[in-house]
Nanobody
Framework: QVQLVESGGASVQAGGNLTLSCQAS?????MAWFRQAPGKEREGVAT???????SVADPVKGRFTISKDNAKNTLYLQMRDLKTEDTAMYYC?????????????????????WGQGTQVSVSS
């Protein structure tokens, strides 16, 4: 059974830092972080392809870094200089190479596997 388990969410003050983790039950070629704030649509944050090629969405570029430890099947999201608008539930998503083939490891991919989420709350 495929599992994605996020951790690391917390309540922090603006300007603080957090690192989220996503432990996968197996290797996935493409993994990503998404977030959803209350009353808003889900938003893509960052992707990691094969643990080597990464991309980060413009709203968080320069503050968030995605990385992956292939040996541990764990995806990370390092977040620094957090802002109140970063408050959201953060989700980990994953796809196999077969899922990725048609369109690539992108935030617009229809990821078949999702975690339950970890809450990040940033106060001013």
């Amino acid at each position: 059974q495929v599992q994605l388990v996020e951790s690391g969410g917390a309540s922090v003050q603006a300007g603080g830092n957090l690192t989220l983790s996503c432990q996968a039950s197996k290797y996935f070629t493409c993994m990503a972080w998404f977030r959803q704030a209350p009353g808003k649509e889900r938003e893509g944050v960052a992707t990691s392809y094969a643990g080597q090629f990464t991309s980060v969405a413009d709203p968080v570029k320069g503050r968030f870094t995605i990385s992956k430890d292939n040996a541990k099947n764990t995806l990370y999201l390092q977040m620094r200089d957090l802002k109140t608008e970063d408050t959201a539930m953060y989700y980990c998503a994953a796809a196999t190479q077969r899922d990725v083939a048609p369109s690539g490891c992108e935030l617009g991919l229809d990821f078949p596997y999702w975690g339950q989420g970890t809450q990040v709350s940033v106060s001013s």
